[in-house]
């Protein structure tokens, strides 16, 4: 338990989610016979009740760092204002949190009551700052502190997707609050900024199956680097010899090392029952499009812009709160198509959706989702497709922005 | 009340009376349904044999059964197992779960033994008792074409069940086995053939709109998982689709499990299948997985002969039938497969024990000399009278007891216990014996959910193997499919549980009524005992090396590691360090404790 401990403290700190010193330095707990934690720390006192009142055996704490604190702050006190419920729309949280319960402070009880029903809990800033400030993310495991890990991380993302939907969205409407300019303002100078030059990948072809490998490797790591994909999300695939090499369901792509699966295309075997949930599409994708390479990231602002949805056709919509699965426009963010489609293989799978909108352009967006891109040969049309969509979404978003609050 | 009907019917087959128990929601809300039900009535005859005329067999429903709550149809069969003496309980699906439920019963209990061969038949209210002589003796399949069950379900056992074969199954609708325990053999004597059920009457859910969202949670969930509904998951290819990824592992029990690799395995996966057989879907009322294959080979197909085909074997059985005793023959499989469907016998302790007969004797098997003996073992013929008493009985029969792959008595199933450690703890510690479904810690170590634990590691797994021991009990007792669950989890069932009967509670309420499940088994396996001697693995695989290969080193269990795990798990449980319950432990969950 020690080392997964630490390493899940690094990889918040990598993820540019905590601080390697002061109050966002992240907290994780490991329990098997014994309880272990990766610091000492005063909260330890709560969280240990918290560990004793649930049949878990992690638990990570996070104060996180900017932006992250100031949009999980308002959307706390905005929940707390009404239902005690956060509820984003984007897709991960939808599929695999549906809400973020939200209470007023950081005490034993009310943290075990909420997470006897949740995957986590979002403690709200403190309206008298003590000992401790918000706002706090506190996730729980069964298996592995890896999924507190992954659920801090999915609800910093759906916070900051959500902050900026919903903003851009009342600025249409004309009902967005003074507080929520005031955290836009705060927020601002801490978003990343316009992406950096693409690096430089491995150059294709491929000699061997080694060094397609590394090559997959290559890719997820630095699009993880460049800050499109949360470690946790995305996938990778590319084509050789007639397998398709993928990444595992559930893998980090900053860690893919071991965790690519060759997949057969003839079908041959059924290796492919721990490749990513998108395999089908990206096998479609590939037969298609003839290109060898898929990248799939979380951009923000794709998946920001991906939502974004004039007022008066939404209001006149009969799709309007099935916009994830069927949403009847042709939408473009640039010329980069917009798709609706669930993960995976359902009815309303984007299996459905995205291999079709990839064969007329080399990138499209899945709604709340995220990015798809590809190349012909090699990650790197793939990789640069990906950083000028997102910027392009940023700027788009942004400039949106600036207009709407332009008197 | 909501999600129970209120009604628990009694039947004396000795008497041929019958019974209703009208259990208060007190008892509903503690025991759930299912496992948990069949627990509680077990617990009062825990002490007698599996053969004594008082002891009972049950067959629960769940809270959950005949509503739109996905994949909650099945049943839950609980007895005393003539495999193991321990708590022999088994999940079954089929029509059989939504059929009783909307008779009106939670579920029934039996007890007493007829004299003479009987079926029962449940019609709604109406239950009657048909003399059963003049079918006594017919196998599953020919049952089934006799009572032509239409929408009913009919459950039944076999020649083995008839024949005294410790590992016989209860077959449901043809294709659904009660398999492991040796349940088959404890209806058999009580000498009930068969159990035909129809219900009519509907299920009432206190909250309709929130089961609906409940439901659409769970189907999104189970979208997003590549072994449920990915392109070469379950719903595709059947379990068959593990075959290639224990191959890939180096995890698939070959020759009795003194190596993990089989080189044909290849050209044995469930492609192969699909090319010969061309399997169709099929599956339990209420399940949009389907995971279920019927096929038929394509040169009886071609030849105009088409029915809707034979059950193709599961992975267990793809994998022991081949790898397990070296055979590389797929027709001979679904034929091996077919039969002990037919006789009502458990194939992974039927593979298992030829594995052991094979290693003792040194001897493969043909085509004939395999179907041979699976008839004589049916049958109750030649030397399938000690074939009949599963791996540990043949094996100690024949002075070998050290060459039966089995835990508690029970035969393990096709993931080798090297190449995962959380199974080995799972296995060894399983209050029904060498049971991979108890913990089913293969979801983490092998798909990678929720998230990959290190497989080669015993690092936490003793609360791992706990917590999920609790949660499968839920399972079982929500009479939910495990498979759902390498994908969605308790938290999007409590929603569904809440929907449909109006009782609020929590992932973490239901995980503590599993825990007092799990230990209510502890109490009776200790009741008849069983204690840390018998929660262990065959010496084998402390001292012999798996295959490694394909970048993948199976070196043989450290035994000190894996018994400081076993102890931590004893810690985390609450039992003694010999693996006992503990008095304050008992009641603290509530349970009955009597002198161990």
Known sequence: ?407 | MYGWTGKILIIDVAKKSVEVDTPDIDFYQRHVGGKGFGGKYLRNCAHLPWDHPDMMISIFTGPLTGTISPTSGRAHIVSKSPLTGLVGDSSVGGKLGTRLKRAGWDGLVIKGQSQTPLGIEIKDHHIEFVDAAGVWGLDTHALHRRLHPKNGSLASIGPAGENGVRFASIVVDQHFTAGRSGLGLVLGQKKIKYILVNGTGSCRVKNPERLKQARQDILRLTAASPALMGQFGFTNLGTGAVYDLMDNRRMMPTDNFQRTWFEPASKLNAAAYAREFSPKKHGCLGCHIQCKRLGQKLSQKMAGKNDQGVSMPEFETMSHFTALIGCTDTDLVVTANEKCNRFGMDTISFASTLACRREIKGQDYTRESLLALLDDTALGRNQGKDLALGAAGYAKKMGAPEKAMAVKGMELPAYDPRGAYGMALGYALSTRGGCHLRAYPISHEIFRKPVATDRFSFSGKARIIKIAEDMNAVVDSLTACKFTFFAAGLEEYAAAYEAVTGIETSAHDLMKKGERITYNERIINALNQFDARDDDLPQRFFTENGTSGNAVSVPPIDRDAFLEARKKYYEIRGLTVDGLPRAEKAEELGLLWKTL
């Open chain 1, 1 to 407: 338990m020690e080392d997964l401990v630490n390493k899940y403290e690094r990889k918040l700190i990598k993820a540019g989610l905590g601080d390697p010193h002061g109050p966002s330095r992240p907290l994780v707990g490991g329990l098997d016979a014994t309880l272990v934690w990766n610091r000492k720390a005063a909260e330890t006192k709560v969280l240990e009740k918290v560990f004793q009142g649930l049949d878990i055996n992690s638990l990570v704490f996070l104060r996180p760092k900017k932006p992250y604190d100031n949009l999980l702050g308002f959307l706390a006190e905005t929940a707390l204002d009404s239902n005690g419920l956060i509820r984003p729309k984007d897709c991960e949280t939808r599929t695999f949190l549906h809400d973020l319960p939200v209470i007023e402070s950081f005490r034993a009880d009310p943290i075990i009551q909420a997470l006897k029903k949740r995957k986590c809990v979002v403690i709200a800033p403190e309206k008298h700052p003590g000992v401790y400030a918000g706002p706090t993310v506190i996730a729980q495991g069964t298996v592995s502190p890896e999924q507190g890990f992954v659920t801090v991380s999915s609800v910093c993302f759906a916070g900051f997707v959500k902050f900026f939907t919903d903003f851009l969205a009342d600025l249409q409407t004309g009902t967005a609050r003074a507080l929520a300019h005031e955290v836009f303002d705060a927020v601002l100078p801490f978003l990343t900024p316009l992406q950096k030059p693409a690096p430089r990948f491995m150059a294709s072809p491929f000699g061997d199956e080694e060094a397609v490998y590394s090559a997959v490797i290559e890719a997820g790591r630095k699009t993880v680097e460049y800050e499109l994909v949360d470690s946790y999300f995305g996938n990778v695939s590319y084509l050789w010899n007639n397998t398709l090499y993928i990444s595992q369901t559930g893998s980090s792509l900053d860690e893919l090392a071991g965790c690519i699966d060759p997949v057969p295309m003839d079908h041959s075997t059924s290796a492919g029952i721990t490749a990513s949930s998108e395999l089908s599409a990206h096998m479609e994708t590939i037969l298609r499009t003839k290109s060898r390479a898929i990248l799939h990231g979380h951009p923000k602002f794709c998946v920001i812009l991906s939502m974004d949805c004039d007022p008066v056709e939404r209001a006149a919509c009969a799709f309007k709160d099935q916009c994830h699965i069927l949403c009847p426009k042709k939408r473009f963010a640039g010329k980069t198509p917009i798709v609706p489609g669930e993960v995976g293989t359902g009815p309303t799978g984007l299996c459905h959706t995205l291999p079709q909108a990839l064969s007329r352009s080399d990138s499209a967006i899945v709604y709340g989702h995220g990015l798809f891109t590809l190349g012909k040969e090699n990650f790197s049309q793939a990789f640069h497709t990906m950083l000028e969509v997102e910027n392009y979404c940023r700027n788009t978003y942004l400039e949106k922005i600036e207009q709407l609050r332009t008197p």
